[in-house]
């Protein structure tokens, strides 16, 4: 059974907040005004409890920040308490959420996922332009074979050889008949 909370308020809070709606919200728990959210966006996912006012707005009482850039799989760990309650931790951030029967593992590993699938897509956009740096570079090589291959270069130089060539023996031909 989900916990009812108003995913409209979540997207408000989450605007005012990160200036961007979650691409994906997974009520934990929602005991009275106190909701446990699991938010995914673009680049980040967080783990937060907000507190909502009378005026149906949210507050953020604690809030975990995982973001893409930061982390590596396998840091997202949660742990169940004596008290029934998990606790999730990356690097030096915590949350404790409240006791629900599901495992601290299946948390962890949602949370993993949702972060392994925002890393596909950059990576597949980096390998996209490594290729087209690639094909950019073997481009210009051959593009610099052709230039240093060219005709009309070939005959450039000739023509500067035998220039400088003709110079030089008149040059010659001056000092010797100066004698």
Known sequence: ?????DEDAIDDWS??????????????SSIDQRHEVLLKYSNMVAV???VGNDTG??????????????????SVQANRLADGSIKVRFRRQHI????????PDALSSMLEE????????PDRERDRFKRLKAV??????????????????????????????GDSENSL???????
């Open 1 to 5: 059974m989900e916990p009812d909370i």
């Open 15 to 28: 605007m005012r907040a990160w200036g961007e709606a979650p691409v994906d919200i997974f009520p934990w």
């Open 48 to 50: 937060a409890r907000l």
């Open 57 to 74: 707005d949210f507050s953020t009482e604690r809030q975990v920040i995982i973001r893409i850039n930061e982390w590596s799989p396998g």
């Open 96 to 103: 404790t959420l409240s006791a629900m029967l599901k495992a």
């Open 114 to 121: 949702w972060l392994m699938g925002m890393r596909v897509e």
């Open 136 to 165: 950019k570079r073997q481009r210009d090589a051959v593009s610099r074979m052709l230039d240093q291959a060219s005709v009309e270069k070939l005959i450039e130089t000739y023509e500067q050889i035998d220039s400088k060539l």
């Open 173 to 179: 031909a001056g000092s010797v008949a100066d004698e």
